[in-house]
């Protein structure tokens, strides 16, 4: 038999003769299986480009030697917490974050703009020092967005009123123009980039008519060119990728580095630690062009396999989002999926010169601190979600019951999941002109891109039970 068909085979059976995609905690082993995967992968680059830096002959201090080592560990250390405290959270407590985490995510923003608060670095202003840390309030306000995002949606849907364009834009649109501009402030277009993301998986997501989903895009793609051309170096960053050896040494080289890395690898690699790309060859090779080095070292098979399993991340998150019953988790969990592998696709997309460079790292493998603990948290959400989907809800119930949860959820104190009950529509009254009683009903709910429309509730006179008889 085959390889891929053995692996369709080992997913759609087990040992008690059902399919694994059948099982009730399927959504949560795919998300975990898939993140464990790139962690590993982000670990391992760290681990070699540390050994580059112990080659280096102007090192002479242990501590500096290991650094990078000990830097990925510490937020690790500090992403496992994250990660334990969201998988905790319910989908209620997530909807209740969506408002504060907006209101901090302006605060911060807005604070890391003011000269002696923000740090500059080359030219921008994009951190805060926390103690012993620097963080990135950008990462943040991605979180706070799509909280924001998905329940002011959700809210609307709910209502029954996405069916107009200004109920559908406002005040989606402007909340996102008016934090992706404090970004573009930095200026950071590349988190701005994760924005447009974020935006376009609640719209996709929600079910918006493709009219004015090609109308957003067209304006978003008006003011990013627009972003780019008053700044001459961002100009010369998407214009120099069509022809990067034209300009080898200046405008194309991240460009041109990165390919001959990837050249260099063939199909095998050259073996984990090996590459020589790194040696001040590949910019930011622990982070932003990770995969350059993923590519030489481990080769062709390296690269697919990450790919692979970004590509299982994105069947799970969707998988998750498919089979919920709130609106705010199809919403989250959707656009999370499309802004994370859509991070994956632009950061990968200019490693192999086939996207402008825009220095954004890719989730789970690149170094970097904030992002890796905002990656932790939303891998925590997903999980969450996907433990209360319905099958998982009954089986966990079910083994609460006869006290056979397992230990890891024991020792964690992971609490059991509670079902989901769908909020109630507010009626709307509709007079009855045959009968001159008023009459009321519920709006059929809008239909998504990722679950069925939810029917409408058939007329009743108000004050009978719907038989005709009086309360």
Same mark, same amino acid.
């Given at each position: ?256 580095? %990165? ?20 040696? %001040? ?71 192999? %010169? ?118």
């Amino acid at each position: 038999m085959p390889l891929a068909g053995r692996l369709r085979a080992l997913l759609r059976s087990s040992s008690d003769g059902t399919r694994f995609l059948d099982r009730p905690f399927a959504s949560v082993q795919l998300l975990l299986f898939a993140a464990g995967g790139m962690l590993c992968f982000g670990i391992l680059m760290a681990i070699s480009t540390t050994i580059a830096a112990s080659n280096d002959t102007n090192t002479t201090s242990t501590a500096s030697i290991w650094s990078q080592v000990l830097h990925e560990a510490e937020f690790v250390g500090l992403g496992l917490p994250v990660f334990w405290f969201a998988v905790r959270l319910s989908p209620r407590a997530f909807r209740m974050l969506a408002y504060p985490a907006l209101a901090l995510s302006v605060v911060v923003l807005v604070a890391v703009l003011i000269p002696r608060i923000g740090v500059q670095v080359a030219g921008a202003r994009r951190w805060i020092d926390v103690g012993p840390f620097q963080l990135q309030p950008s990462e943040f306000a991605k979180l706070g967005m799509l909280l924001w995002g998905a329940d002011l949606l959700a809210r609307k849907q709910q209502l029954g009123t996405l069916d107009r364009a200004r109920h559908l834009f406002l005040p989606l649109l402007p909340g996102f123009l008016l934090v992706a501009g404090l970004v573009a402030e930095e200026p950071d277009l590349g988190t701005t980039c994760c924005f447009v993301l974020i935006l376009l998986g609640l719209l996709w997501t929600v079910g918006t008519p493709a009219r004015y989903f090609a109308g957003t895009l067209a304006v978003i793609a008006a003011g990013i060119l627009g972003l780019a051309v008053v700044t001459p170096g961002r100009w010369q960053r998407i214009t120099g990728f069509l022809h990067p050896f034209n300009d080898a040494k200046n405008t194309g080289f991240h460009t041109v580095e %990165g390919l001959y890395a990837l050249a260099n690898g063939g199909i095998f690699g050259v073996g984990l630690g090996q590459g020589t790309s790194k040696y %001040g060859w590949v910019p930011n090779a622990n982070s932003d062009y990770v995969f350059a080095i993923i590519g030489e070292e481990l080769g062709l098979l390296g690269c697919v396999a990450v790919l692979a399993l970004f590509g299982l991340f994105a069947y799970a998150g969707m998988r998750v989002a498919r089979r919920s019953a709130d609106p705010f988790v199809r919403l989250v969990a959707g656009a999370a999926t499309v802004w994370l592998c859509g991070q994956a696709v632009i950061n990968i997309g200019y490693v192999t %010169g086939l996207l402008p460079v825009t220095g954004i790292p890719l989730p789970f493998i690149s170094a970097g601190g904030t992002s890796l603990l905002i990656t932790f948290f939303v891998l925590g959400m997903l999980v969450s979600f996907a433990r209360h989907e319905a099958p998982a809800v009954a089986v966990a119930r079910k083994a609460q019951r006869r006290g056979r949860r397992s230990k890891i959820e024991r020792v964690l104190r992971i609490p059991v999941p509670k079902a989901y009950v769908p909020p109630r529509r507010p009626a709307r009254r509709v007079a009855d002109p045959s009968s001159g009683v008023a009459a009321s009903r519920r709006p059929p709910g809008r239909p998504t891109r990722l679950g069925a429309p939810v029917p409408a509730t058939p007329l009743r006179p108000t004050g009978t039970d719907g038989r005709g008889r009086g309360r």
